[in-house]
Nanobody, 124 residues
């Protein structure tokens, strides 16, 4: 069992930056690929970024490429999402998730453990 807790969300102006963190407990994250998803009001949850078990491979949705960066520190059981050049359309609750595999995956069904989410609000 893995417990995930996100932090770092908040209110930021368009063009600003935030860094989200995901802290894991219960088991080491070294065995899992990790992902970030988001859900805006009235919309379905969507994939944002994923990283494989070692950190050597990453994958992003097109709309965040070049603006968001995912990385991990397996020694500290942490996963991060750096978000630059934020836009109002990035406003959502952001969720950290641990995959059932070692490899990057954009499918919600590929993730077994989820955090409670952290709110990110980008004002125009």
């Amino acid at each position: 069992q893995v417990q995930l807790v996100e932090s770092g969300g908040g209110l930021v102006q368009a063009g600003g930056s935030l860094r989200l963190s995901c802290a894991a407990s219960g088991r080491t994250l070294r065995s899992y690929a990790m992902g970030w998803f988001r859900q805006a009001p009235g919309k379905e949850r969507e994939f944002v970024a994923a990283i494989n078990w070692s950190g050597g491979s990453t994958y992003y949705r097109d709309s965040v490429k070049g603006r968001f960066t995912i990385w991990r520190d397996n020694a500290k059981n942490l996963v991060y999402l750096r978000m630059n050049s934020l836009k109002p359309e990035d406003t959502a609750v952001y969720y950290c998730a641990a995959s059932i595999t070692y490899y990057t995956d954009s499918r919600i069904s590929g993730y077994a453990y989820w955090g409670q989410g952290t709110q990110v609000t980008v004002s125009s």
